[in-house]
């Protein structure tokens, strides 16, 4: 099992930042692989914002190529998304993920609660 606790949401004028940050915490043993961030607008469908890597390889949606930077501690197990020059359209609940690999190796994908990001126009 993992937990995941995002934090650093909030309101903010067009052309602002934020930073967001996910702390994962493990219950049991697992390998925790990729970790990232996703979004959702009221009406929308979630949709990917950006993933990184144990490596630390990244990718992001291109309407955040940019402004955007993610950057993970594996060590901590914690993620973090940069968000630079946010516009109305970032507005959004931004979920924290984490894929994981158990000692059977079975795959699985954990969420966080979401954390909601607001930019005024």
């Known amino acids: 099992q993992v937990q995941l606790v995002e934090s650093g949401g909030g309101l903010v004028q067009d052309g602002g930042s934020l930073k967001l940050s996910c702390a994962a915490s493990?219950?049991?043993?697992?390998?925790?692989?990729?970790m990232g961030w996703y979004r959702q607008a009221p009406g929308k469908e979630r949709e990917l914002v950006a993933t990184?890597?144990?490596?630390?390889?990244?990718n992001y949606a291109d309407s955040v190529k940019g402004r955007f930077s993610i950057s993970r501690d594996s060590a901590k197990n914690t993620v973090s998304l940069q968000m630079n020059s946010l516009k109305p359209e970032d507005t959004a609940v931004y979920f924290c993920?984490?894929?994981?690999?158990?000692?059977?190796?079975?795959?699985?994908?954990?969420w966080g609660q979401g954390t909601q990001v607001t930019v005024s126009s």
């Open positions: 493990k219950t049991t043993v697992v390998s925790i692989n990729r």
């Open positions: 990184i890597t144990t490596g630390g390889s990244t």
């Open positions: 993920n984490a894929a994981v690999v158990t000692v059977s190796a079975t795959s699985r994908s954990y």
